[in-house]
């Protein structure tokens, strides 16, 4: 039976060369959660720095918690909310967003439906981007990366009412949007005719 | 999974895995930093590593980087006479005095190469030599230094000798053979791979 990242991180407090192990299970998600959020260009040193920080504060692990990753997503999160402030994103605007919406299509037609659907996740981007940061932090760290509200939690260092009342209020504001939106001008035919 | 979050999901920019060399740099930095803890608890001196950062110096070619750090290193009773193989080459101390009592007084030198690469001090002596040369270290200094004078101006080197610390490090020190056993280390074999 593999041991557990508490079994991992309690090891290395008297024998430190265990901790490498946890570097082997968690860099590549810590790596693609930076990436996610600052870009790949960067992600590898911050990465990095996530797992030496958590090597010297690992004897200040709970050992409540058998797995590792929201701890090291906390420490993640932090440096890369350090690193945004650095260069003066302290809001949600500059969020890093996998689609952009199209811009023609023929009307009726399937490209026409994957269009409405690519306006409704562009209309879903702008309202995370004008969203309070903390509420978008809340979100993305449990539909990105998979995170229960507990552990969502530990990464933040918050309740887990927090994070239910965030991740709540930022559904509500999604909700709210694409219900104002249910027949907009620009679904009609013959206004998507570029 | 409601409508809204496999939205939100939609908006996860892909990314690609960290390639192999960027893994292992990275791996590299952090042994590195649980080696530097492993000198530290040796030393008994009860200090708690600091944060090693943004100390770095590049000596040439052949560091990457020299990290300075607290701590101390061996004190013991034994006496060694013969050499001991250096079996830990991504590491080693460069010390500016020719004692281990009252803390560490050089710099750590690590991470040698490319990124990827093993990091391999093959010859501690000859890169603390460069540290020497170039002005980075002085006598008793506690840590890195960088004197005045330009990268054309070359400083006094002393003697140097290498002593195998624990860990399998080499640690380098002003002096001469017999230096290592008056410290009560063994003599570093160095320029093993």
Redesign the interface.
Known sequence: MPITDLELVTASWDD??R??GL??RH??SV??YC??RIG?GC???V??ET???A??RRRRYDASRLDARPWLLGIAHNIVRNHLRSEGRRSAAHL????EPCDSAEPGSEAAAALDAQR??AL??ET?RSAPLQEVDA??LH??EGLSYSEVAATLDVPVGTVSSRINRL?RR??EL?DSVEDPPHRRPHDVTR | MEL??K????????????NGE??E???Q???A??ES??LD?HSGTGRR?S?RRGRRVSVAATVAAAIALAGGAAAAAVVYLQPQPVTNHDIARCYSVDSTAGGFHGSDIATAGTPGSPAQIQDAVQVCALLWRDGFLVPGAPHALHLPGGPLTQHAVPPLTACRLPGGIAGVFPGTASTCQRLGLPPAQTNQP
Do not use: N
């Not at chain 1, 890093?96 to 689609?99: E, G, N, T, V």
């Open positions: 430190p060369e901790f490498a570097f082997d860099f590549d790596y693609a990436a996610r790949m992600a590898d040193d990465a990095g797992f030496r920080i090597f010297e890093r967003l996998a689609a409704d996740l879903v981007a995370l979100l993305l539909v990105w559904r999604l909700r694409t | 809204l979050d939205q939100v999901l939609a908006l996860k920019p892909p990314t690609q895995p960290p960027v893994r740099h990275q791996r930095l952090l042994t930093a649980i803890e492993l608890s590593p944060r």
